[in-house]
């Protein structure tokens, strides 16, 4: 079975600093990769995917992430972070083995908190 | 604008009842999943569905139930909750299970067993 690591459970920045979250994943096969994020009181929402293509991908609110997929990681970074990325971050990893996915299987998360 | 609900969105109750968590959505999606919340252990998958009928287990299945009649629908049942079921439950959807497909989450519930 799957499993995802995320390697900073807390992390205090300050604003405009820059942000790199650590996800690593187990599993020798092919995978799509996620990050959600939950702001306080909130839903989860998808913050950026991979899946297939270029390794460097976007996402929403100048966040990216890059697959390396000789290190089975999927890092997230944001150059200058604001106050509003205060939340609970998650990377998520969904396994295909042939006949489909089953649900995600998620890190325990990291509990960013940006200082002004 | 299409979304996926849950309710309750607060729930106390107390040890051995029986608790349903109702979780509708209107995207039309085939698969649906409920997950756990737990500090310190992210999110686990108890059991989901990929359309009428049909129902997996997940992760952590154990206590817990579901059923889907419709395409809308998938109540997660606590057959006779425990203390250690105190929680935030997420329903979430999914189009199909083509690559590259993302879920859906509802607001959550917050389920309380004293």
């Known amino acids: 079975a799957q499993s995802v690591s995320q390697h900073n459970h807390h992390v205090i920045l300050s604003e405009a600093a820059s942000l790199e979250l650590g996800c690593n994943y187990s599993y020798g096969g092919t995978v799509n990769l996620f990050w959600y994020v939950q702001y306080p009181g909130q839903h989860l929402q998808l913050l950026l995917k991979y899946f297939s293509g270029d390794p460097l991908v976007k996402g929403i609110k100048g966040f990216e992430a890059e697959f390396i997929k000789s290190k089975f990681s999927f890092n997230l970074r944001k150059p200058s972070v604001q106050w509003s990325d205060t939340a609970e971050y998650f990377c998520a990893v969904k396994a295909y083995s042939g006949g489909g996915a089953d649900g995600l299987t998620f890190g325990k998360g990291t509990h960013l908190i940006i200082q002004p | ?114």
């Open chain 2, 1 to 114: 604008d299409a979304e996926i609900t849950q309710s309750p969105r607060h729930k106390i109750t107390e040890t051995g009842r029986q608790v349903t968590l109702a979780c509708h959505q209107t995207w039309n999606h085939n698969n649906m999943f409920w997950y756990r919340q737990d500090l310190g252990h992210g999110l686990r998958l108890i059991h989901y569905s990929y359309g009428v009928h049909d129902t997996n287990k997940g992760e952590v299945s154990d206590g817990y139930s579901v059923s889907r009649s419709n395409t809308e629908d998938l109540p997660l049942t606590l057959e006779s909750a425990a203390s250690s079921q105190t929680s935030v439950y997420f329903c979430a959807s999914s189009e199909r299970q083509l690559q590259g497909d993302e879920q859906f989450f509802g607001p959550g519930t917050r389920l309380t067993v004293l």
